[in-house]
């Protein structure tokens, strides 16, 4: 955010985006003005709730990305799928 250079050696703040490194910052404000800056509201696959993607749980399943906003509702979707496969 802040074009600074730093080394990896120091400490850095990292975003993962499909589990791998997508975004490093030298510093803690710099990787919250990336939130800001970058948040969209985003509604649960589940329940349909709206929050920032940034607070969401991201499941991938495949090529389907999903988004849940709670542990509740990512256990209550897979227990669905589940059930939904036993009975095909």
């Known amino acids: 955010m802040c074009t600074k250079y730093f080394e990896r050696k120091i400490e850095h703040f990292t ?19 990336f939130i800001i800056t970058n948040r969209q509201i985003v509604p649960c696959n589940w329940c349909k709730v709206k929050k920032y993607n940034f607070d ?23 227990v669905a799928a589940n059930a939904l496969s036993t009975i095909r």
């Open 56 to 78: 969401m749980i991201q499941k991938i399943a495949g090529d389907i990305s999903m988004l849940f906003c709670s542990l509740n509702c990512l256990t209550l979707c897979e």
């Open 15 to 33: 975003i993962y985006e499909d589990q791998k490194p997508a975004q490093l910052f030298c510093t803690k404000i710099c990787m919250n003005v």
